[in-house]
């Protein structure tokens, strides 16, 4: 078995155009619809993930800025800027790129940002709108993982589902949002015991560890589809959590890096702010 390459890239290039009208249509009612990413410091890795933000806004034109702030900057000045932009009736989305600085409250920024603008979907309000299963901003990243499974085809109604790792941005809003989609979901983590007997039951499985290759071939289900959310640094190349080679002769769908969940993730980034400025408009 050979499996089949979920290419996120691909699908977030088809997303573009009917992004794209979207903002037309914004645009037609007087709305010009805008994001803007407050950085702080000097992280390389941020800086890459801000620079892909203002290029997909640039090409679905959608007016971005970026506010980077210093190294040193204090929290409330911090909160300042968000209030600013809060209160700014042409921004729609505003995103606080992570991670802030150590000395920075990275709680107290988010739930700083109006719900109606929080792109990134991580404030409580949106968080706990989620749980009950109500409309509001959902985390880009699972979020790209639903699109990238239903584009494929793939059943999720009654499915299976596993997903490792237990973070507030990808771990537990991914087991929420395919809970949603009525797949039984087992969420599994550092302490979880016997992990492999329990992949291997699962027909959609999500690695989002942290572990570079720390899924192999024989913690899959034959013809499962293995979705990586990693992204790590080995010896100057960028791999995930997957053993991407052994586990694509097992597998029947798998996501490469990169390539796979990165571009959805920007993709579900623009669906937001496209979304906040529609509501905004009303």
Sequence with gaps: ?????????????????????????LQA??????LVVVMAGDNPASAIYVRNKARACERLGILSDTIHLSQTVSQQELLRVIDGLNADPTVHGILIQLPLPEHLDEDAALLRVNPAKD?????LYNAGRLLRGEDGMRPCTPQGIVRLLKSAGIALDGARAVVIGRSNIVGKPA???????????????????????????ADI????????????ADMVKPGAAV????????????????????VSAVAGFITPVPGGVGPMTVSMLMENTLEAAWKASR
């Excluded at 992204?231 to 080679?245: A, E, L, M």
């Design 119 to 123: 792109v990134d979907g991580f404030h």
């Design 227 to 246: 979705i990586d959310v990693g992204i790590n640094r080995v010896d100057g190349k960028v791999v995930g959590d997957v053993d991407f080679d052994a």
């Design 29 to 34: 009612r007087g709305v010009s619809p805008k």
């Design 205 to 216: 499985l999500v690695a989002a560890v942290g572990k570079p290759r720390f899924v192999t």
């Design 175 to 201: 087991a929420l949002m395919l809970t949603q989609e009525n797949c039984t979901v087992t969420l599994c983590h550092s302490h979880t015991r016997d992990l492999a007997q329990i992949t291997c039951q």
């Design 1 to 25: 078995m050979s499996a089949i390459i979920l290419s996120g890239k691909e699908l977030a290039a088809q997303l573009e155009t009917p992004q794209a009208q979207r903002v037309r249509d």
